[in-house]
């Protein structure tokens, strides 16, 4: 091993000891720093834990207490190099170094300008030993007067960490859905165990975690139900919970305003990500490229990674083939459709959890009609509920039909012949509206948005594609189509229409969210 004295340099005096004269690797100059370190005399170590206790006691006028307590603890002074008029400070590991730099490197350098010399500038290095403890350091609790340390003193740290990550990003999980509350059978039960493992032993089982699923089957509840899992558990760590839309925007806001790495480095802090909708990092590929990264930080740390969508890793398009084989690492879990039983299940849990009851046969009767969406099976409710507190009157079959038909659904005898040629239980045709709510739910866009006349490549997708399925499935004449989006004229719409049938024959996204709309119509 290499060390000072292979470049006949005294260790005596160390200090005038010049390491950037010299291309050096870093570990070759932390072994040097040691080999310093062992031979410096009391008079030295202890002009080192002055230097330190000064830099502490001007990081407390302007720092917080227990982020001092916290992060440098173990940090001290190691060398000083008066010729390149650097202060070389240790840190015992990688984490607090990257804590050291993000909170305090600013106001260390200010101390030592202000305290040791005004030219000087300050180099962290890294060296596990250090973790033990040294000579040179000094005790913080002293510096700072605080007569009592508390145990969970590192947890009150993560949870100002978790307060200001929770800030920034501004997704909050939601108390209600819990893994109790989520009722579980033949459709979901893997991804439902997945689920439970992945939120007992995080970044252990099942990383990273892809549940997938069409719209309204219980995603988004298993996602919030593991971060909030993970919250009660174990409280130290942070869980962030992202829609695609907010991650693509943080992304982009990072990269327009030169602050991708401070957006890095919060993602640094997260212990738990989970990323709902991730499909919709299709052809953003400057997101696909950031993501990558962030997932391989995660992968390579053993942090824990849980990933939505509503189709498998292989049929992602316009997704890089890497991200895709990363994303199928893990678990892969699919969320079907419920069956019968289940779900008058999930109405009597969902009744149970208001404090509602309701006569059998009226579950049986929404359970009957609405099959592949468990969302509605909830706005259902909602809707009797409502009927029945506004009315002051006792539920009939009829205000159960009437709850159905708002929904879009056809029932009884009021099914028209447009409707039969669906099913006799399916979404109506004739209720546009209600497409129209679906296909903004499936883009994680508002209904404002596709009637506007906004020109994001996703939402004219999604408006031409809506154009089309009016025309070809509903009758609309060209004219009603176009007053319903923004006032288009009739030639305007006829682009659309014939763009969109194009882009559906070369296409492979296009052609798969078209069918997707019209299997929904034709279920």
């Known amino acids: 091993m290499e060390t000072l004295r292979d470049y006949n340099v005294s260790i005596l005096n160390p200090q005038c000891f010049n390491i950037q004269r010299y291309n050096l690797s870093n570990n070759l100059i932390v072994t040097m720093l040691l080999d310093m370190v062992d031979q410096y005399d009391e008079e030295k170590k202890a002009l080192f834990r002055d230097m330190r206790e000064k830099i502490i006691r001007h990081l407390a006028v302007h720092e917080d207490q227990k982020k001092i307590l916290s992060f440098l603890c173990k940090v001290g002074i190691v ?86 990550l929770t800030n920034y990003f501004g997704i909050l999980f939601d108390p209600k859905f819990t893994f109790d509350t989520f009722i579980v ?65 943080e992304i982009v806001t990072g990269v327009r305003g030169n602050k991708l790495s401070s ?19 299709a052809d953003k590929d400057k997101t696909q490229e950031i993501f990558h990264n962030i997932f391989n930080d995660f992968q390579m740390k053993k942090k824990q990674i849980i990933l939505s969508s509503d189709r498998p890793p292989k049929e992602l398009m316009h997704i890089e083939p890497r991200l895709k084989s ?10 079907q459709a419920p069956d019968f039983e289940t779900r008058i299940a999930i109405l009597q849990s969902k009744l149970q959890v208001i404090g509602e009851e309701m006569d059998f046969s009226f579950l049986e009767l929404i359970a009957k009609h609405v099959k592949d969406n468990v969302r509605e099976l909830e706005w259902a409710l909602n809707i009797l509920i409502t009927r029945k507190k506004v009315l002051h009157a006792d539920l009939t079959n009829d205000d159960v039909y009437a709850c159905l038909k708002t929904l879009g659904y056809a029932v009884q005898d009021d099914i ?26 499936y ?71 078209y069918n997707v709309f019209i299997d929904r119509l034709e279920k």
């Not at 890095?264 to 909708?277: A, P, Q, R, Y």
Request: proline share 2%.
């Open 185 to 249: 059978g033949s459709h979901n039960n893997i991804a439902f165990s997945a689920a439970k493992a992945a939120a007992e032993h995080p970044g252990e089982a099942y990383n990273p975690l892809f549940m997938y699923g069409n719209v309204g089957l219980g995603k988004t509840h298993l996602m919030q139900a593991i971060g909030n899992e993970i919250i009660s558990k174990s409280p130290e760590k942070v869980v962030v919970y992202l829609p695609t839309s907010k991650l693509v925007d």
């Open 263 to 281: 957006l890095l480095k919060k993602f640094d802090e997260v212990d738990v990500l989970l990323i709902d909708d991730i499909q919709f990092i």
């Open 326 to 335: 990363r994303f199928a690492l893990g678990l892969v879990a699919d969320i």
């Open 79 to 164: 060398n000083v190099d008066d010729h390149e008029k650097i202060v070389y400070i240790w840190v015992p590991n990688e984490f607090v170094l990257t804590q050291a730099k993000k909170f305090f490197a600013k106001t260390i350098k200010d101390a030592v300008n202000e305290s040791y010399n005004p030219q000087y500038t300050i180099k962290f290095v890294v060296y596990a030993k250090f973790t033990n403890g040294s000579d040179l350091l000094v005790d913080l609790k002293k510096i700072l007067n605080v007569k009592e340390i508390k145990a969970n003193e590192a947890v009150q740290v993560k949870n100002w960490l978790k307060s200001e």
């Open 416 to 441: 028209t012949h447009k409707e039969m040629a669906v099913k006799s239980n399916s979404k109506s045709l004739q209720n546009f509206s209600h497409l129209v709510e679906m296909v903004a739910q």
């Open 443 to 513: 883009y994680n866009l508002s209904v404002n948005e596709l009637k506007s006349e906004a020109r994001r490549k996703e939402v004219t997708n999604a408006r031409q594609i809506l154009m089309l399925i009016a025309k070809r499935n509903f009758g609309r004449t060209l004219e009603k189509i176009g007053d319903y989006f923004w006032g288009k004229g009739h030639a305007a719409v006829i682009y659309a229409i014939n763009n969109i049938e194009k882009k559906c024959k070369t296409d492979q996204d296009i052609s798969h969210d």
